[in-house]
């Protein structure tokens, strides 16, 4: 299963990716809302952790574009 963690906290991003591989998960990582867009768009993910407070796009408008209502 591949994750994407996003958050703009660095320190936050590194404690959940160390915690999801060691339990055998593949992890990817952004810092902002339209990083985690550009990762979408390349990558399958199976489950997005992500943080709703942000800088350059919040949590709710990519939730919203992921879902297609933006």
Same mark, same amino acid.
């Given at each position: 299963?591949?994750? %994407?963690?996003?958050? #703009? #906290? *660095? +320190?936050?991003? +590194? &404690? ?6 060691? +339990?055998?998960?593949?992890?990817? &990582? &952004? ?6 867009? #550009?990762? %979408?768009? *390349?990558?399958?993910?199976? @489950?997005?952790? @992500? #943080?709703?407070m942000m800088p350059e796009m919040?949590?709710n408008a990519l939730c919203r @574009? ?5």
């Amino acid at each position: 299963m591949k994750i %994407l963690v996003c958050d #703009d #906290d *660095r +320190e936050i991003v +590194e &404690a959940v990716t160390i915690y999801l591989e060691k +339990e055998g998960y593949s992890v990817l &990582a &952004a810092y902002n809302g339209k990083e985690a867009l #550009d990762t %979408l768009r *390349r990558e399958q993910v199976q @489950l997005i952790i @992500l #943080d709703i407070m942000m800088p350059e796009m919040d949590g709710n408008a990519l939730c919203r @574009l992921i879902k297609g209502t933006e």
